[in-house]
């Protein structure tokens, strides 16, 4: 088999000394271009072509750098003892006119050097170039905006380093005198919390939390008590009944969050660069941090949505206003309204301080969730955006591992959207009890388990139809939307893969999608049935048996056979 080797622009020197590199070093390297970029062009150019990353078989850059990956990779040099902050790379990677300081420019060009010392010094000596550049084009553009004063006195004043300008946000475009201030990015805060060298210290916090929140409730006393309402008998109405507030934040949200945290962090370092990594070195890439930015109106919505209606007005509605008049109105009584009919068990005030810190955790939660959602919707189009950029140049050799990274994503996206449904399951059946006359709630799912086999009247009566409970309404349209976000990604990485059979017809794909597709089909039914149709426990334990079984167990990718055929 032949090896195609790519000759670049350079002089023959640069491209002998590029070679020996790759040889001696295993990195992809480029040689100083010398062509007068100042350091933003320079380092653009670079970060795309993946200057400096490990070489792949056929001698080819593993993929272009990302802020995670070059913050990595520098903090990782034996002589950076302090490591560096990856604000300081994000800022190298957005068009500004941030610079970089003399500190980093030194670890960047061991970096561009590949780890030799004479490549090296030769890139440290072009970076101190392209960035002497940057700082005059600066100062060009300031003395144009009339506002750079001590420069225009003949007074030069060193460029701060990138230290400095990580603390401050890019330039007002009508140029602010008073200096540059930090604008908070709600996308990259979040998108910061969920970045993590651990999938498990977000999922732990919210575990810590629920915990202390039961351990809470039996010192108020809360934790399990009874009911008896006017008409039917006593019903157990305790915080630690409650699946919704117990089993959704002790175990499903913290598993939840831990598989979003893994997929995230694989897709950023690992499995977009091998995307996009024959796209042509000199081309821009859009970059992982513009796509959060461009959903920055998503997280404002998200925040909205669970901090101030979701949680915020559904307590005042539902707990406080009750608590202060003393009347559940047509409330259904649970843990939080038990002291308007039990004041021996919790005090008024009591209850409005814990069902303002439960509400107040649980808008929290909500808003990891969602923005969870919204990170892969985001993986979903972004990986559709890479795909149909290179559609047209795949390359034979490359179908399995494109095909084999398109499965895996899938698989990410069913195992997280499918807890989350698992969710809303929980949400409506902490509902659906409340307003059913059973005495708790396995005695309500095994008197409905009964009824489907006609020797009990069917379970879930309600004693009282003019109450309601607004969880049925909210897990309606969480269920909506998750589905949605599952529905969209099946379709197009599907539509993706085959168009890539199409591409090579005698190279079958195996997705078990239909698999997938009937689990959550079978969760959402079950959703549906739950308090609606005599004997939906049992549906309810099918779907629970299959999707725990192929959250744990996922799609397999299949194993192409690289040979040819005769």
Not at 300 to 305: C, K, N, P, R, Y
């Amino acid at each position: 088999m032949q090896r195609h080797v790519i000759i670049r622009k350079g002089s023959k020197q640069n491209e002998t000394k590029a070679c020996k590199s790759l040889k001696q070093h295993g990195k992809y390297f480029i040689p100083p271009p010398k062509d007068g970029s100042n350091f933003k062009e320079l380092f653009k150019r670079l970060a795309t072509a993946g200057a400096g990353r490990p070489v792949d078989q056929d001698g080819f850059s593993s993929g272009p750098w990302t802020p995670d990956l070059l913050t990595e990779a520098i903090s990782q040099i034996d002589a950076n003892q302090s490591g560096i902050d990856l604000r300081t790379v994000q800022l190298w990677f957005q068009d500004n006119e941030k610079g970089i300081g003399a500190d980093n420019i030194h670890w960047l060009a061991r970096i561009f050097g590949c780890g030799d010392p004479a490549a090296t010094s030769e890139w440290q000596v072009e970076l101190s170039a392209a960035q002497s550049r940057l700082t005059a084009k600066r100062r060009e553009n300031r003395k144009r905006a009339g506002f750079d004063a001590p420069e225009a006195l003949g007074s030069e004043q060193p460029a701060p380093s990138d230290n400095d300008v990580a603390i401050q946000s890019e330039t007002s475009p009508h140029g602010d005198a008073k200096g540059d201030r930090k604008r908070f990015s709600l996308a990259e805060t979040t998108e910061a919390m969920f970045h993590s060298r651990s999938s498990f210290n977000l999922p732990v916090v919210v575990f810590a939390a629920a915990a202390a929140l039961g351990l809470i409730s039996f010192t108020l006393n809360i934790h399990s008590v009874v009911f008896t309402p006017s008409s039917g008998p006593p019903k157990q109405v305790g915080f630690l009944w409650a699946p919704n507030w117990t089993i959704t934040f002790l175990a499903v949200l913290p598993f939840y969050l831990a598989l979003l945290i893994d997929l995230l962090k694989s897709w950023k370092q690992e499995w977009r660069s091998k995307l996009i990594r024959n796209r042509d070195p000199t081309e821009p890439a859009e970059n992982w941090e513009s796509k959060i930015a461009a959903a920055s109106y998503s997280y404002w919505t998200v925040l909205i949505l669970t901090l101030v209606i979701a949680s915020g007005y559904n307590w005042t509605a539902t707990h406080l206003i009750p608590l202060l008049q003393g009347d559940p109105g047509n409330w259904p009584v649970d843990w939080g309204r038990i002291a308007i009919v039990r004041p021996d068990v919790i005090s008024i005030p009591s209850a409005i301080l814990f069902t303002g810190i439960v509400f107040l955790y649980n808008a929290a939660c909500s808003y990891l969730f969602f923005t969870g959602i919204v990170f892969l919707l985001t993986m979903t189009h972004d990986y559709l955006d890479i795909t149909q950029a290179h559609r047209s140049g795949w390359r034979e050799e490359n179908h399995q591992e494109i095909e084999a990274i398109s499965i895996i994503l899938m698989n990410g996206v069913f195992r997280c959207t499918a807890l989350g449904l698992v969710i809303t399951i929980l949400m409506k059946l902490q509902s659906s009890f409340l307003l059913s006359d059973s005495t708790n709630i396995l005695n309500w799912l095994m008197l409905d388990m009964r009824s489907a086999f006609n020797t009990h009247s069917a379970a879930g009566s309600r004693y009282d139809d003019g109450q309601s409970a607004p969880g049925l309404y909210y897990s309606f349209f969480c269920m909506l939307a998750i589905f949605a976000v599952y529905l969209n990604a099946s379709v197009r990485i599907r539509s993706t893969l085959a168009q890539l059979k199409q591409a090579k017809p005698r190279a079958p794909i195996l997705i078990p999608s239909a698999i997938m597709d009937g689990s959550m089909v079978l969760l959402v039914a079950t959703y549906l049935a739950i308090g609606e149709l005599p004997g939906f426990t049992i549906l309810l334990i099918i779907s629970s048996i299959t999707t725990t079984y192929l959250i744990f167990k996922p799609a397999p990718v299949r194993e192409h056979s690289t040979k040819k055929e005769a």
